[in-house]
């Protein structure tokens, strides 16, 4: 019992430390925003302004366990997952949350089954939550990106149709569209008056965002930096074709809704059984929870309705 007790109190400390390690750095998203894109411009070589006594400046104020993990091959690449997903957290904050929650994942594990390997191995199915949740964000990211880069393109159109520069068109984006689209564009101009060539901060968009239509947008630039051309109708013409596009992807999803919907009753209608059972007839199913056999069955059964749910969702996701 007292057991039971000290891990209850662990689990709900973890879950209090990943609250508070994931909301404290929300307040102050700005002023971590503004420090991570400046460590990324002194460890940039491509920005041929900046002093060396700046960048060794910056790059003083990285925490030593950021330093430290940026030297680990897989790590190494998660802030750039972490900005992709729009999540203006650190690598080590981020890395104190996911071990916060697999604590209370084991822990809770633990309570319930009183199995250690099961609890093990409960923690290690959690470790892939994570990749996800930052494939979700940066998926959902992308969506808004899509949605909202059309209007900046028309609006650069017109900008340069005006005669303005394009760098006081990217200057007018990153002021009045919303994020990410503003962000990113306020980004490139922020470095652009760093000292980087536009074509690098164009290379530099690509890699914040992995959205082929910004790819199409920054090949078409480089294009006509080097041989010249109307941008203006080029860009109208690219954001025409978005729009055309978003269109027929919406059709689309009307046209799949029904398969949408079945994959989401198949996947709940074994969880709302097995409650509704242990409510109704908790006799039937205290075989299941209480021989260890059982569990494992349990966990077989979880494991591949998951497969079954994400099969369901590759058929239907249709590309355009």
Known sequence: MQLIILFTFLAVLSILAAVFLGTAEYRQSSKFDLKRRLRRMAKDRKAESMSEGLRSEILKEE?????????????????????????????????????????????????????????????????????????????????????????????????????????????????????????????????QQLGMRITDTLDNMNERMDSLDLRFFTTAIAINIEVGGNLAEILDNLANTIRERLRIRRQIQVYTAQGRMSGYVLAAMPIVTFVIFQFLLPDYERVMLEEELGRYILLLAVFMQVIGFLVIRKIINIRI
């Open 63 to 191: 925490p030593p366990f950021d330093k430290f993990l940026s030297h680990i091959p897989y790590l190494n690449t998660l802030d750039k997952r972490l900005d992709q997903a729009g999540l203006k957290i650190s690598t080590a904050r981020f890395l104190l949350i996911v071990s916060a929650l697999l604590l209370f994942g084991f822990i809770f594990s633990f309570v319930i089954t009183k199995l250690f390997w099961f609890s093990l191995l409960f923690v290690i199915l959690l470790l892939a939550a994570p990749p996800i949740y930052l494939d979700i964000m940066k998926k959902k990211r992308i969506e808004k990106f899509t949605e909202l880069f059309p209007e900046a393109l028309t609006m650069i159109a017109r900008s340069l149709r005006a005669g303005h520069s394009f760098t006081s068109a990217i200057q007018l984006i990153g002021q009045e569209i919303a994020d990410p689209v503003g962000e990113l564009f306020k980004t490139a101009y922020d470095q």
